[in-house]
């Protein structure tokens, strides 16, 4: 039986679908899907059309610097460094961005007559439409014309940049795919909140190596490369600068290493292919087993271990909301990251003060604002059970005594790691007394202005703050920082005074004690300020963290 369909070209006399006719029609599908995004509103085309440029024009000069760089003894290092920093950030981009395309979703194809072995090759010519392939061709062709001289070494790099190319976008696609239900779920939603985390760790990584090699030369990256330039796709960089060389055999070897990969990460994703197609989700399972269902739930091992009353119950609701809510989690471990990487980084590099160690109890005294509009729309329940100033004292403290369960511990490793570091065991005290008056300051003007000046954070996107409330947002947090310092002005004070005074580094441990309860007392009378505010304002409260 013969079917055929003369406008598509999609079948075959044997009824299965061309492949070549697939693969136009994804690729169409593509531009399609493109194309109609940018014409939802004149916002997205000027950010799409801004975006496309900026990435353009600094791949461009990232091809001229690049083509400059012949010549120089260290290019090859530079080159295959490069490519493969390229193939990991195409590896890793779609576990944190999985909603930038459309065809990183295979699923969305499941219910069509496709195979997928075709699909993949189909998809694979989708994925060259966009900014990001454009982009990486122009760094792949810089690094491999760094590294060409002579006839034989262009030939090659003709070859070379496109299998890398594909190598890229192939092994982005074959993770997706793999990873494609997780990506979907709340756990995938999860790790793509924590990309600004990924990003904030990479950029400090980056700029130690950049001070190392800074002071040591590109010479350190030799033995780096030498294994990079065995894997795809730096192999086939490193083909081209193995035949500049002369290293005819070397190179063919490289090459065919590429072209493996590529195969592969082909196979791979086909199988990833056909386990999606193939293969029911959870919500075609059956349901769980009725008896599982009908056990009832035990109190935790932390409420255990936490205070009785309305304040255990506080605290262990705070603490789940840290563990569980996608844009809690990723506040809190940016937090975490930034408040250990800042006096760690600098303490390591040589340039660091261990004053510095003070940034961990700021970024998470941070988490202390706004703490009704992290509630959101659920905010409403909490109202329901505040009728009275007492209530929203509870309330209030059960949060702050969440946050220390964490803070506390971390900001005294934090001081202790830092000042390991450098040496300086002397200054421990004074600056954990400093560390605890700060925290205790951001505690309570946290309160307050949770009280005063409480915002929306939607739920979806990355957008940390609703539309319309980003000036509520700016006073409370900027606005609370300038307070909680005014606040903390008095132990800064005497530790100057201590540090600068004749005899007065003999006494500076009693900054500690000092610092410890200054902080204290500041924290609960920012509490007891906050409580009735917040008891007296409910409906407008209710009303600003639910706008999101």
Same mark, same amino acid.
């Given at each position: 039986?013969?079917?055929?369909?003369?406008?598509?070209?999609?079948?075959?006399?044997?009824?299965?679908?061309?492949?070549?006719?697939?693969?136009?029609?994804?690729?169409?599908?593509?531009?399609?899907?493109?194309?109609?995004?940018?014409?939802?509103?004149?916002?997205?085309?000027?950010?799409?059309?801004?975006?496309?440029?900026?990435?353009?024009?600094?791949?461009?000069?990232?091809?001229?610097?690049?083509?400059?760089?012949?010549?120089?003894?260290?290019?090859?290092?530079?080159?295959?460094?490069?490519?493969?920093?390229?193939?990991?950030?195409?590896?890793?981009?779609?576990?944190?961005?999985?909603?930038?395309?459309?065809?990183?979703?295979?699923?969305?194809?499941?219910?069509?007559?496709?195979?997928?072995?075709?699909?993949?090759?189909?998809?694979?010519?989708?994925?060259?439409?966009?900014?990001?392939?454009?982009?990486?061709?122009?760094?792949?062709?810089?690094?491999?014309?760094?590294?060409?001289?002579?006839?034989?070494?262009?030939?090659?790099?003709?070859?070379?940049?496109?299998?890398?190319?594909?190598?890229?976008?192939?092994? &982005?696609?074959?993770?997706?795919? &793999?990873?494609?239900?997780?990506?979907?779920?709340?756990?995938?939603?999860?790790?793509?909140?924590?990309?600004?985390?990924?990003?904030?760790?990479?950029?400090?990584?980056?700029?130690?190596?950049?001070?190392?090699?800074?002071?040591?030369?590109?010479?350190?990256?030799?033995?780096?490369?030498?294994?990079?330039?065995?894997?795809?796709?730096?192999?086939?960089?490193?083909?081209?600068?193995?035949?500049?060389?002369? &290293?005819?055999?070397?190179?063919?070897?490289?090459?065919?290493?590429?072209?493996?990969?590529?195969?592969?990460?082909?196979?791979?994703?086909?199988?990833?292919?056909?386990?999606?197609?193939?293969?029911?989700?959870?919500?075609?399972?059956?349901?769980?087993?009725?008896?599982?269902?009908?056990?009832?739930?035990?109190?935790?091992?932390?409420?255990?271990?936490?205070?009785?009353?309305?304040?255990?119950?506080?605290?262990?609701?705070?603490?789940?909301?840290?563990?569980?809510?996608?844009?809690?989690?990723?506040?809190?471990?940016?937090?975490?990251?930034?408040?250990?990487?800042?006096?760690?980084?600098?303490?390591?590099?040589?340039?660091?003060?261990?004053?510095?160690?003070?940034?961990?109890?700021?970024?998470?005294?941070?988490?202390?604002?706004?703490?009704?509009?992290?509630?959101?729309?659920?905010?409403?329940?909490?109202?329901?059970?505040?009728?009275?100033?007492?209530?929203?004292?509870?309330?209030?403290?059960?949060?702050?005594? &969440?946050?220390?369960?964490?803070?506390?511990?971390?900001?005294?490793?934090?001081?202790?790691?830092?000042?390991?570091?450098?040496?300086?065991?002397?200054?421990?005290?004074?600056?954990?007394?400093?560390?605890?008056?700060?925290?205790?300051?951001?505690?309570?003007?946290?309160?307050?202005?949770?009280?005063?000046?409480?915002?929306?954070?939607?739920?979806?996107?990355?957008?940390?703050?609703?539309?319309?409330?980003?000036?509520?947002?700016?006073?409370?947090?900027?606005?609370?920082?300038?307070?909680?310092?005014?606040?903390?002005?008095?132990?800064?004070?005497?530790?100057?005074?201590?540090?600068?005074?004749?005899?007065?580094?003999?006494?500076?441990?009693?900054?500690?004690?000092?610092?410890?309860?200054?902080?204290?007392?500041?924290?609960?009378?920012?509490?007891?300020?906050?409580?009735?505010?917040?008891?007296?304002?409910?409906?407008?409260?209710?009303?600003?963290?639910?706008?999101?």
């Amino acid at each position: 039986m013969t079917s055929v369909d003369s406008t598509s070209g999609l079948t075959t006399a044997a009824g299965t679908p061309s492949p070549t006719g697939v693969t136009a029609t994804v690729v169409r599908l593509k531009r399609s899907l493109l194309r109609n995004g940018l014409r939802q509103s004149g916002g997205r085309r000027a950010a799409f059309v801004v975006s496309a440029v900026l990435a353009l024009l600094f791949a461009a000069l990232q091809l001229l610097g690049l083509i400059f760089l012949r010549g120089n003894a260290h290019a090859d290092a530079v080159a295959v460094l490069g490519t493969a920093v390229l193939g990991l950030g195409w590896a890793v981009m779609p576990l944190f961005f999985p909603g930038g395309d459309e065809t990183l979703d295979p699923t969305r194809l499941v219910m069509l007559p496709l195979r997928p072995r075709p699909l993949a090759r189909a998809l694979l010519a989708a994925s060259l439409v966009g900014i990001g392939p454009p982009f990486t061709l122009l760094l792949l062709t810089g690094c491999a014309l760094s590294v060409a001289h002579g006839a034989a070494a262009w030939a090659t790099l003709v070859a070379a940049v496109p299998l890398a190319l594909l190598v890229c976008v192939a092994f &982005a696609r074959a993770v997706a795919a &793999a990873n494609v239900r997780l990506l979907s779920s709340r756990k995938g939603r999860d790790l793509a909140v924590l990309s600004g985390l990924v990003i904030a760790v990479g950029a400090q990584l980056v700029n130690f190596a950049a001070r190392q090699l800074g002071s040591a030369g590109l010479g350190q990256l030799a033995p780096v490369t030498d294994v990079l330039r065995w894997l795809p796709p730096a192999s086939a960089v490193g083909a081209v600068h193995s035949v500049s060389e002369g &290293a005819y055999g070397t190179a063919a070897v490289q090459l065919l290493l590429t072209g493996a990969a590529l195969i592969l990460i082909i196979a791979v994703w086909a199988r990833s292919l056909t386990r999606l197609m193939t293969s029911p989700d959870g919500s075609t399972l059956q349901a769980a087993d009725p008896g599982v269902r009908g056990r009832t739930s035990t109190s935790t091992g932390l409420r255990s271990l936490l205070p009785a009353g309305r304040t255990g119950t506080v605290m262990e609701r705070s603490l789940r909301y840290i563990w569980r809510d996608p844009k809690t989690k990723a506040a809190w471990v940016t937090s975490l990251a930034i408040g250990l990487i800042v006096p760690v980084f600098n303490a390591l590099q040589g340039t660091g003060s261990i004053y510095f160690a003070c940034f961990a109890a700021g970024m998470l005294g941070i988490q202390m604002y706004n703490q009704f509009g992290q509630d959101t729309s659920a905010f409403w329940m909490v109202a329901m059970t505040i009728s009275s100033g007492r209530d929203a004292y509870l309330e209030l403290r059960g949060r702050a005594l &969440a946050l220390l369960v964490i803070t506390l511990p971390y900001a005294t490793l934090v001081t202790v790691v830092t000042t390991a570091l450098l040496g300086d065991w002397p200054r421990l005290p004074e600056v954990l007394g400093l560390s605890l008056a700060l925290l205790g300051a951001m505690l309570a003007t946290g309160a307050w202005t949770s009280a005063r000046f409480p915002y929306s954070i939607p739920q979806e996107g990355y957008k940390n703050v609703a539309p319309g409330q980003a000036g509520l947002a700016w006073i409370s947090i900027f606005g609370g920082m300038v307070a909680a310092a005014l606040l903390c002005s008095p132990v800064i004070a005497l530790t100057i005074w201590l540090n600068v005074s004749d005899g007065g580094a003999s006494w500076t441990w009693l900054l500690l004690p000092i610092g410890t309860a200054y902080g204290a007392t500041v924290t609960l009378l920012g509490l007891r300020l906050a409580a009735p505010r917040a008891a007296a304002h409910l409906p407008e409260i209710l009303t600003a963290v639910s706008k999101g």
